[in-house]
T-cell receptor
Framework: DTAVSQTPKYLVTQMGNDKSIKCEQN?????MYWYKQDSKKFLKIMFS???????INETVPNRFSPKSPDKAHLNLHINSLELGDSAVYFC?????????????FGPGTRLTVT | AQKITQTQPGMFVQEKEAVTLDCTYD???????LFWYKQPSSGEMIFLIY??????QNATEGRYSLNFQKARKSANLVISASQLGDSAMYFC???????????????FGKGTKLSVIP
């Protein structure tokens, strides 16, 4: 049973296109996240949703738009793709709170913009 | 200023020996959590161990232990009896309150690449 799944795993597209990455978790978590990992392996949070509400929105171009249709899904839509968007995008989920609530990560989506 | 600092971009360790991966952090909040994640070459992020700021004892999980020194703001990961499968990137991360939103965010260090030599 996959805990956090992402589709697609690989995405190759041209500059200017619009693309979406889907994420689903079956852990019953109330919070989901999108992270970007750049070519130097640096992992930075982009967005976080708690119970379908946006709670973290880091400095990300507004070409990136997250959408959470329900607590188990958090999709990422990217408009007008640029070369600098090439990276690995990770979805994650967790419970919210002060406890030892580790984040469970999806397998990642490697986006290549040509 | 960096919130999480991992000063070792790369480390080598002989198989079966122990290795310590360094992590220092910076926060003014008294309530925070520290995590270590492993990322093998296959790319997935694997949770290893957690230490809460109020935990009195150092966390341990199998061959992993966390050397938590609160006054020095360090949370080093110790891997005992290294195995070839331990070769991976290791990330230290800190969970702290996200300002004004009543929620928490995870900030990652830049990672340490560990290579285990047979």
């Amino acid at each position: 049973d996959t805990a956090v799944s992402q589709t697609p795993k690989y995405l190759v597209t041209q500059m200017g296109n619009d693309k979406s990455i889907k994420c689903e978790q079956n852990l019953g978590h109330d919070t989901m996240y999108w992270y970007k990992q750049d070519s130097k392996k640096f992992l930075k949070i982009m967005f976080s949703y708690n119970n379908k509400e946006l709670i973290i929105n880091e400095t990300v171009p507004n070409r990136f738009s997250p959408k959470s249709p329900d607590k188990a899904h958090l999709n990422l839509h990217i408009n007008s793709l640029e070369l600098g968007d090439s990276a690995v995008y990770f979805c994650a989920s967790s419970l919210q709170g002060r406890g030892a609530y580790e984040q469970y990560f999806g397998p990642g989506t490697r986006l290549t913009v040509t | 200023a960096q919130k999480i600092t991992q000063t070792q971009p790369g480390m080598f360790v002989q198989e079966k020996e122990a290795v310590t991966l360094d992590c220092t952090y910076d926060t003014s909040d008294p309530s925070y959590g520290l995590f270590w994640y492993k990322q093998p070459s296959s790319g997935e992020m694997i949770f290893l161990i957690y230490q809460g700021s109020y935990d009195q004892q150092n966390a341990t999980e199998g061959r992993y232990s966390l050397n938590f020194q609160k006054a020095r703001k360090s949370a080093n990961l110790v891997i005992s009896a290294s195995q070839l499968g331990d070769s991976a990137m290791y990330f230290c991360a800190m969970r702290e309150p996200y300002s004004g939103a009543g929620s928490y965010q995870l900030t990652f260090g830049k990672g340490t690449k560990l290579s285990v030599i047979p």
